[in-house]
């Protein structure tokens, strides 16, 4: 096998996906390597691949001029293939066998995550990276298109929630493109979209010390999503009315119609509030 392809490598090692690690392949090359130019120039960067499974995005981000690569693998049988491959790429690849709900990114450093992430475990795995999120300069990651549209939605659509909220507090957040079931093997169920995440500089995030707290906010706000906002602000202001008002919106304002940089403005009257002093 002298020239590796991701077809090839499933082909000659391991032609099975397996559904409880939520496998799906691409196999094309084209694809791939449209993937992994979302992220820009990868020269010098160390990159880190949330479950490389046959390859296809693992061999385009090795064709750059990296630093290094690590491939995060919790499937075993994975694993094993790309340490029996390992020594064909002169140390620019590592290969860590775990899940990755269980790895710390802070521990290899990277500059850069690109992966199509298993679609089972993707919104938990997003939701551990957030807080910390501008340690990276860039992600690059697939998600199913209905976590994607979440991530990227507008107030006053359907989509838009806690989640929106979060992403784009901490980042930059814009759809690169959308990939049909077809496009896989197997096909999933769902479509896809890939994501490219560009994280704020740590300076620039209001209260970026206190994730915990404005992901609470955004909880109790977004649990009933069409109900007024002020009911469930209690927690955090004494008078929520007069809060609201003080960012331009009245009291009978729905959660879904209030806009990011609204939410941030919100949050930092919280952090400045006796509620928020109290709790310190």
Known sequence: ???????????TFLNKADKKF???????????????????????KNVVEIGPG???ITLEILKQNIKKLYVV????????????????????????????????????????VISNLPYNISTELLQKWLPEFHLCERYVLMF??????????????????????????????????????????????????VIKFEPFKKESIVGIEHYD???????????????MVSKFLKNFFAEPEKTLLSIGYDC???????????????FENYLFSDKAKAKS
């Open 1 to 11: 096998m002298d020239e590796l392809s991701a077809k090839g490598i499933y082909d």
């Open 22 to 44: 939520g496998q799906n392949f691409l196999f094309d090359e084209k694809i791939n390597r449209k993937i992994v130019s979302v992220a820009g120039t990868l020269d010098g």
């Open 54 to 56: 046959p390859g296809g």
């Open 73 to 112: 693998e919790f499937d075993a049988r994975w694993a094993q293939v790309w340490r029996t491959l390992q020594p064909r790429f002169n140390e620019k690849l590592e290969v860590i066998e775990c899940d990755a709900l269980n790895f710390d990114l802070k521990s290899v450093s990277p500059d850069m």
């Open 144 to 193: 199913q298109k209905e976590v994607a549209d979440r991530l990227c939605a507008a107030p006053r659509t359907k989509e838009y929630g806690r989640l929106s909220v979060l992403a784009q507090w901490k980042a930059k957040v814009s759809k690169a493109f959308d990939l049909d079931a077809g496009s896989f093997f197997p096909p999933p169920k769902v479509k896809s979209t």
């Open 213 to 227: 707290e404005f992901s609470a906010l955004l909880s109790d706000v977004f649990v009933h999503r069409r109900k």
């Open 252 to 266: 009978k304002v729905r959660a879904e119609e209030i806009s990011v940089s609204d939410y941030i403005r919100l």
